[in-house]
């Protein structure tokens, strides 16, 4: 088992690093455009002097590998290698097959289609536990230790080399539209890194509580959970109900709970990732097929 995830997650990495690949060649390079990170310090040397960022994505990132070795541990190190080496060899192969794809004139669809190429890409190679070496790294490392999710930290990041590219080569228009493009690509990202299981949780104050949760069971065949409260200014003892339920289930749970309690109060709350019976697994426990 554990040798067929390593199989599946050294697939998707090079799967997401062809993608990013793909995108940078033929949206970021085609209309020079540029990027943050490491990758956009490769696309600085490119436009520059006309080094091959194939190259210089692994010269940059050689440093960097001895940081995830000890930080990451050595599973995340050897999918950082196989994420930074597949980037450099279909960065390598795109720009020598490289389709012509004339966007010149309209830089709002070169910039979409470049954000939304590299936060696949990158998406994909992050949900499965990999990076592409430079700012993944250390955006990865302060996921880790402070929080920040990596979309935010990567742009930060992307935002400095962007400024530096702004001084030496891009122009006010194609700088802003690479900001869209570095924007869109960590919507993207955070999207992918969120959960493909997202839905909605909903939390009950009533006076029929054990009327409402009857019926969501019933009814919607979902669980329900008893939380102890306590009013701030009767500083009466009361109980709170706690849903989970997929997106297009929010409608028809209101609806049932106005049907038992008009009056009821309900907070709704985006949850970005549900795992458990209902979402990711059936009623025994299996893996629920997607």
Request: hydrophobic share 50%; aromatic share 12%; proline share 2%.
């Amino acid at each position: 088992m554990k040798l067929e995830i390593k199989l599946k997650n050294i697939f998707f990495i090079l799967l997401g690093s062809a993608i990013f690949a793909f995108g940078l060649v033929h949206f970021n390079m085609q209309n020079n455009l540029a990027e943050g990170g490491f990758t956009g310090i490769t696309l600085l040397l490119f436009f520059l002097f006309k080094i091959d960022p194939a190259i210089t994505n692994l010269l940059l990132n050689i440093p960097l590998f001895f940081i995830g070795w000890r930080f990451l541990g050595r599973t995340s190190f050897v999918y950082t290698i196989i994420g930074t080496v597949g980037l450099s060899i279909f960065l390598s192969v795109f720009q020598r097959y490289q389709f012509h794809i004339p966007l010149k004139e309209d830089l709002t669809l070169a910039a979409l289609f470049a954000g939304v190429f590299i936060g696949v890409g990158l998406g994909i190679i992050f949900r499965f536990g990999g990076t592409t070496g430079g700012v993944d790294i250390i955006a990865r490392l302060t996921q880790r230790s402070i929080g920040w999710n990596m979309g935010k930290t990567m742009f930060l990041f992307d935002l400095c080399v962007i400024t530096l590219s702004l001084i030496f080569y891009l122009s006010y228009r194609e700088a802003m539209y690479t900001l869209v493009a570095v924007f869109v690509a960590a919507k993207v990202i955070d999207f992918m890194q969120d959960g493909a299981y997202s839905a909605k949780g909903a939390t009950i104050i009533s006076g029929c509580n054990d009327e409402i949760a009857a019926k969501i069971m019933k009814e919607m065949e979902r669980g329900v959970t008893i939380l102890k409260g306590q009013g701030s200014f009767t500083k009466l003892d009361k109980n709170i109900l706690y849903c989970v339920v997929a997106r297009n289930e929010i409608t028809r749970l209101k609806s049932v709970i106005t049907s038992v309690d008009p009056h009821a109060f309900v907070v709704v709350s985006d949850v970005h990732e549900v795992i458990g019976e209902g979402f990711t697994l059936d009623a025994n426990k299996k893996p629920l097929q997607r």
